[in-house]
């Protein structure tokens, strides 16, 4: 019997400027500037494995890196060893099979989601991270979705876990010339840019503002996605 996909959880960003960056932290998240993000609806949980395999079931898409590790592929841990290509594929997939239009976040509706309307927020959840060691605890493997509590929007796991594909190519420079509405990214590059904290740093748990990136084609086991949903304005 074929698993039928189940509506995804999604919540409302809504439209309006905040500070995408921050001048006391790296060079690439340099200068600090205001940009307005238009609404859009962000996925409460990242992917996890049982939401994947219901899109491998569905298509014989190629399996990730990892899909039969035992230390990965519980359900309900985030899936991993996706390339920034298959996230894009399982995007696809999801909007032919349920209502609206699916997609990868862009980095500034990520950052946005991230900071839970709190602008200039260091943490999703607030001035400190959700455990009092500042990110800095032992986790041998990713941990089932549901560990970090929600951020003000309700958003689970954003920033912990797993680092997750943005739509965006990744350049270091960018915000020096990033438009002030819904910035897409720079045309061309080598690297697509991600977000959020992941099990194998030293410090597991990211800055709302923190950025990385790494060539869409690798397929990691800190490296997952979130799906984000375009939002009719005439909804809104």
């Not at 500070?19 to 609404?39: C, F, I, K, L, Y």
């Not at 041998?140 to 943005?166: K, M, R, S």
């Amino acid at each position: 019997m074929e698993t039928p996909v189940q509506q995804v959880q999604t919540v409302l960003i809504p439209d309006g400027p905040f500070t995408m960056g921050d001048d006391n932290q790296r060079a690439d998240e340099r200068p600090a500037h205001r940009v307005t993000v238009s609404a859009f609806r962000m996925a409460v949980l990242p992917v996890r494995n049982e939401d994947y395999a219901v899109f491998l079931a569905a298509t014989a898409h190629e399996l990730p890196r990892f899909w039969t590790d035992p230390n990965f592929n519980h359900p309900r841990q985030p899936v991993v060893g996706a390339s920034w290509y298959d996230a894009v594929s399982y995007c696809d997939w999801l909007s032919s099979e349920v209502a609206g239009r699916f997609r990868l976040p862009t980095e500034a509706e990520w950052e946005k989601a991230a900071t839970g309307g709190v602008d200039g927020a260091k943490y999703p959840w607030g001035e400190s991270s959700f455990e009092a060691t500042g990110g800095r605890f032992t986790q041998d493997a990713t941990w089932q979705v549901g560990a970090a509590p929600p951020n003000p929007y309700g958003l689970i796991d954003i920033g912990f876990n797993v680092h997750e594909w943005c739509s965006d190519w990744y350049d270091p420079a960018y915000y020096a010339v990033s438009p002030k509405l819904d910035p897409q990214g720079p045309p061309t590059g080598e690297r697509r840019a991600s977000r959020g904290g992941a099990w194998r740093h030293a410090v597991k748990v990211s800055r709302c503002s923190a950025r990385s990136s790494i060539p869409p084609e690798y397929r990691y086991n800190d490296y997952g996605f979130r799906v984000a949903q375009h939002v009719d304005p005439a909804a809104t």
